[in-house]
C-alpha cells in the first residue's frame, strides 16, 4: 500500500493534487461529475476586491500542446465570493481550499486577504503576483524582488494561515524573487503561471486574442516548470507548490522530484473535466511503477 | 454533462464546405435542442464544441463547416473511428415561449440547430415557419429534411441563386409568427434583433476553452449580469442581449 500523504505547509493532504486556479471554477461544476473530496485541496478561482469582467472575447486560442488564455481574472469580487461562492463550494467539498487572491495595490492584496481570513475552511493563501493577463497589476508585481517582498510583507500583517505567493515564469531569475518572498515571510512558493505568449489567425492576419497576448499553458510548458521548480528548489527552505503541463501521474511525480510538495492541475482540467481525478486514481499504479512507498520520500528526489 | 466515446457511423458532404456526421453512443444528457457537444480529437489540445442538430435514440447527428483543423480533421475522419465526446452542454432553447406559430431562423453553420428544434416544437403540435439562409446556391443544406417534418420553409441566398434573393431578414415580408428562435453569424442576429416584432432566443458562438464552464473563456455582458456562452448560453434572451 503506497502512501500518497503530504504535508503542505503544517497542513496534511490525502494527495498532492490541486486544480490550479482559474481552471476549476469553485470547484461545483466538477462536483457535478465527481465527487470532488478525492481531490488533496483545490485553488479557487483568483479573487480581487472588486469584481472584475476581465478581458474582451476572443480570450482563448490553441497551441501545439497547449493554449493560451486572457481571461483577465473575470471574477464576481471577494464579497460575493464569501456570499455567494464559498457557500456553494462548501456544499461539494469538506476540506481546507487554497483561496487565490490578485490585486493590482498593495492595499487590494491586503484587503482582500482581510476579508478572505475570516473563512475557516481556507486553509491556504495563494498570492497571485503573476498574472500576464492584467494591465497595471497582476505580473507587475512578481517581476522584481523588492516589488514581490513587499506584497508578501503586507498580506503576512493581516493572515496568520499560511502564504503561498505564486511566481511569473516570465522573468529573468526566478530564485531571486522566490528568495525576496521567503524572507517577506511567505510559508511556500507557488510555480509556474503561464507563461506570455501570442496567435495570429493567418485568415485576418491579427492576432486571435482580443487582448492580443495570453498565458501560454498545458504539456508543452512542463520542462520549463521542472527546470524553475528545480532551480528554485536549491534556494529556498520553504515548501514549492509546481505547477505547468500536469496531465498526467507521472507528471506529478517528475515536478515532485524536481522539488515541489503539491502539484497543481491546469489546463488538464479544460480538456478532461476528469483529469484531477484520474491523476489521483493512477498515481498508486505509477508510484509503484517507479517503486515509491511515499510520495512525501521522493520530493526534491533529483537533487 | 457526460464525457463518453461516440463510434462514427456515417461522415459526408452534404454541401459546400458543409459535412454531417453521425455518432452513435449515449445521447442520455443531451435534454434540449440549441445544446452542443465538445469532441476531442488526436493531436489536438482543445476539443472542437459543434451543435447539435439531431438526436434519435443513440445516434446523434452533427452537421458543421470545415474550416479549421479541427473541423477538416472530424471532415476526413473514417467511419468507424471513436471520438471522446462531452455531451449535453449549454442550456438549449426553451420550448414553452414558442407560442402556435414560432419562427426559426438559420444562417449556414447556425441551421443545424434549427433542424431538432423544429423537430421537437412539431412533435409538441406547434407550426414552425423555418428560414435558412446561405450565401450561395452550392451551399443549400436540410430543406427536404426540414419540409419531411412538415414544416414550412423559405431559403434565401445571398447571390439569389437559390430561393430568396438577400438575407435571412429579406424573407420577413408578410411573416406572422408568435415568436422565434436564431442560429447564425453574429451580423445575422443583429439584423434579426433589430428587425422581429416578436420576443425570441438567440444562440451565440464564441471560442471556448472547456465548454462546461470552468474556465471563463466565452463570458459574454448580458443585462442580467455575465454569462458564460458555453454554461449559461449558448442560448440568450432577446430582452437580455447586450450588442
Known sequence: MVNTKVTLCGIELDNPIIPASGTFGFGYEFAELYDINILGSLSF???????RFGNPTPRIAECDSGMLNAVGLQNPGVD??????????????????MANVSGFSLDEYVETVRKLDTQEDIGWFEINISCPNVHGGGMSFGTSPEMAENVTRAVREVTKKPIIIKLSPNVTDIVSIAK??????????????????????????????????????????????????YQVYDAIKIPIVGMGGVSTAEDVIELMLA???????????????????????????????????????IIGGAH | MKDTYFTLTENRKIAKGTYLSV?????????????????????????????????????????????????????????????????????GYDLTKSGDRPLLIGGGAGVPPMYYLAKLLVKEGKHPTVILGFGKADEVFFKEEFEALGVKVIVT??????????????????????????????????????KTVSSGQFSFEERMGCGFGACMGCTCKTKYGNKRICRDGPVLEKEEIIW
Open chain 1, 180 to 229: 525576496a518572498c521567503e524572507s517577506g515571510g511567505a510559508d511556500g512558493i507557488s510555480l509556474i503561471n503561464t507563461l506570455m505568449g501570442m496567435r495570429i489567425d493567418l485568415k485576418s492576419k491579427r492576432p486571435i486574442l482580443a487582448n492580443k497576448t495570453g498565458g501560454f499553458s498545458g504539456p508543452a510548458i512542463k520542462p520549463v516548470a521542472v527546470r524553475m521548480i
Open chain 1, 45 to 51: 478561482k483568483g479573487t480581487t476586491l472588486e469584481p
Open chain 2, 23 to 91: 455518432l452513435e453512443g449515449d445521447t442520455s444528457d443531451i435534454k434540449a435542442s440549441g445544446q452542443f457537444v465538445n469532441i476531442k480529437l488526436d493531436g489536438l489540445y482543445l476539443r472542437r464544441p459543434i451543435s447539435v442538430c439531431d438526436v434519435e435514440g443513440d445516434k446523434l447527428t452533427v452537421i458543421y463547416k470545415a474550416v479549421g483543423v479541427g473541423t477538416e480533421k472530424m471532415a476526413s475522419t473514417p467511419v468507424g473511428e471513436k471520438w471522446l465526446t462531452l455531451t449535453g452542454l449549454g442550456n
Open chain 1, 80 to 97: 460575493k465570493v464569501i456570499e455567494v461562492e464559498l457557500p456553494k463550494l462548501r456544499q461539494v467539498f469538506k476540506k481546507p481550499t
Open chain 2, 157 to 194: 441566398t445571398v447571390d439569389g441563386s437559390y430561393g430568396i434573393r438577400g438575407f435571412v431578414t429579406d424573407a420577413f415580408d408578410g411573416l406572422d409568427y408568435t415568436y422565434f428562435y436564431t442560429c447564425g453569424p453574429e451580423p445575422m442576429l443583429k439584423a434579426v434583433y433589430d
Open chain 1, 259 to 297: 522539488g515541489a510538495t503539491a502539484v497543481e492541475v491546469g489546463a488538464a482540467n479544460l480538456v478532461n473535466p476528469y483529469a484531477a481525478r484520474d491523476i489521483i486514481l493512477d498515481l498508486p499504479r505509477v508510484m509503484e511503477k517507479y517503486r515509491i512507498n511515499s510520495l512525501e520520500e
